[in-house]
Nanobody, 123 residues
């Protein structure tokens, strides 16, 4: 069974850091592009970052550039999202999703989704 499981969310103060993990089971993540998405209360889900199967230059939404870093660990079949300098507006449920090969700007292009992990930035 193909499955993605996110972890690493939690409560953090502004300026703090968290590292989210997206662990895959049932398939090798190396064949898939992995996107991170987030949905804040009352807002639509938005794309945050994506890394292709080749591990080429990742992409980021403008609001997180310079603060978030996506990476993959093939040995652990896991993709990470390192989040630094967190802001109140980063509060959301974060999801990872997978699709074959390349990143896509369309969420419907992703075949597999995790259930999400809550990130709350609060003082």
């Amino acid at each position: 069974q193909l499955q993605l499981v996110e972890s690493g969310g939690g409560l953090v103060q502004p300026g703090g850091s968290l590292r989210l993990s997206c662990a895959a089971s049932g398939f090798p993540l190396g064949d898939y592009a992995i996107g991170w998405f987030r949905q804040a209360p009352g807002k639509e889900r938005e794309g945050v970052s994506c890394i292709s199967s080749s591990g080429g230059r990742p992409n980021y939404v403008d609001s997180v550039k310079g603060r978030f870093t996506i990476s993959r660990d093939a040995a652990k079949n896991t993709v990470y999202l390192q989040m630094n300098s967190l802001k109140f507006e980063d509060t959301a449920v974060y999801y990872c999703a997978a699709r074959r090969y390349g990143c896509s700007g369309s969420q419907v292009a992703y075949d597999y989704w995790g259930r999400g992990t809550q990130v709350t930035v609060s003082s």
